[in-house]
Nanobody, 124 residues
Framework: QVQLVESGGGSVKPGGSLRLSCTGSGFTRNDWSLGWFRQTPGKQREGVACISRNGNIVKYSETIKTRVSISIDRNIVGTVYLDLDDLQPEDSGMYYC????????????????WGQGTQVTVSS
């Protein structure tokens, strides 16, 4: 059973940076990808970036792609990072890591496993 654990969230001032980590376990297939999504109260979960297992396929949300970078840890299978730069208050929210075997897209309904999330708060 796949399990995901996010970490790295916190409180930063506008213009600050964070690195979020997603550590997965229980993988039994090789065709999966992991994605980062964010959500604020009352809003739908929004895709940020996703990456294939081997790191060769990457997709970013158009709204934030200039300020984020997703990468895999080539030494630890199933570990994915999300680097967030120039954070702004509107970037605040709960950030979730998700697992999918159906597409390399930021469609939340195609993701079948989610972590518990890590909170990002951007405030002066």
């Amino acid at each position: 059973q796949v399990q995901l654990v996010e970490s790295g969230g916190g409180s930063v001032k506008p213009g600050g940076s964070l690195r979020l980590s997603c550590t997965g376990s229980g993988f039994t297939r090789n065709d999966w990808s992991l994605g980062w999504f964010r959500q604020t109260p009352g809003k739908q979960r929004e895709g940020v970036a996703c990456i294939s297992r081997n790191g060769n396929i990457v997709k970013y949300s158009e709204t934030i792609k200039t300020r984020v970078s997703i990468s895999i840890d080539r030494n630890i299978v199933g570990t994915v990072y999300l680097d967030l730069d120039d954070l702004q208050p509107e970037d605040s929210g709960m950030y979730y890591c998700g697992y999918t075997t159906t597409s390399y897209q930021l469609r939340s309904w195609t993701y079948t496993v989610w972590g518990q999330g890590t909170q990002v708060t951007v405030s002066s």
